[in-house]
């Protein structure tokens, strides 16, 4: 079989372990399978943490980081079954995964399902070419630059006829409202004007699709408060390419290897002098800013993604970071306002639930409580698929909406572009961006 990602790091793993039964084919890859040892610990239904959202919420021990690695074992055994690996059981326990990373983190043996599951469509696009809809979720970075494509979603959103075609024809469930791009995307280029006196005061936004397409005021209030307190910040642009950078990741958790692997690319070369210069790189959304720390990792991409995963920080991480250092130069107060904060599953993933934390309690007047929740169920573009909507709003039921309900005046935060969709549509206030209430806490 040949593996679309780079696996070497589990070269060794389960070697000289005679019980580590290491399936007959797919090489690292299997290894990789391989580490689960069968706790079960993953099937755990009030845990505390994130794992397993679908084994929570369906009971279904095909459907736990555990079942699914059977169920991997079995296929990657069958050496002369071709269709062992497309196995209809396989392929639905492979697509309800949410890739949280849940597992990868809380898992006594850091089975990384997400990953597995990006390898696992890849050769399933290799296989059978790439379904529609999946395409479409993954162009979301080419779509979003489409000028129609505001009003195509609004005219969608707004007919139950239309969405209904959309359900039929797409799979994308009439239930769940699209995101709509924003009015005006980020117009801003900041660029670094002449050498700063302190280079550890000159700083790199990575904008992400997200971001700059459907928040672009986030964007805004991260510029303004970075450049409050007394930063140079440079948006990161390619040098000889308008086309926005993107990190890749809604084609990397599709399985769509080489565009991923192209956008990846691309994004390296722009950031590449900047982290020769020592700036750190400071980006929005935690599933971007995990997939430069880790899936870039996978991609074959040498030194410069290994540099690069160590000066990545989310926007949470830089300013936690800098009052340790003692170089953050501004008070935060609000006016006795209290927030229930909603953790994205990769900002627990890369442990950025700590900075969170951290920074927020630097805000006088604030009162805010860390809710403990797993996935909220949109996982991405998950929540928004036909045969998953009904489990995705399980998963939001289960904690999220019961303790959002439960404080209804109350502001809510959330950094996830994909939460603070699921939050809307469940009915609550937009969440907003810790970057949004940091600033207003400043201004
Ligand atoms: S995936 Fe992890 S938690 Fe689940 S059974 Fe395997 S080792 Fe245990
Ligand atoms: S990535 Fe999340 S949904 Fe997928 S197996 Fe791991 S914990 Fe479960």
Redesign the pocket.
Known sequence: MKLFLDWSDYQNAGMGDAYADIPKQAGNFAKAVAV????????THNAKGV?CPSFRVTGNPHL???GR?KLLKTALNAINDDKALFDAQLVEAMNECVSCKG?KRE???E?DMALIKAEYLAQFNQKHGIPLRRKLFANLPKLARFPALKQLVTWRNRSPFIAKMTENFLGISAKAPLPIPANQTLSKTEKFTSQSADSTREVVLFVDTFNRNFNPQVVEAALNLLSTAGYQVEIASAANDSTPLCCGRTYFSNGMISEAKNEATRLLHALEPHIDAGRWIIGLESSCILSLRDEYLKLDLGDAAKKLAERVLLLEEFVAREQTAKRWTLNFKLDNERMLVHGHCHQKAVGAMKAMRKVLKTVEGLDFELIETSCCGMAGHFGLEAEHYETSQAMAQQALFPTLRAEPKVGIIANGFSCQQQIGNGGFEKPRHIAEVLYTAVS
């Not at 689960?36 to 099937?43: A, D, N, P, R, W």
């Open positions: 689960c040892i069968g706790s079960k610990q993953c099937e794992m736990s980081t555990g690695v597992c898992c006594e043996n089975v």
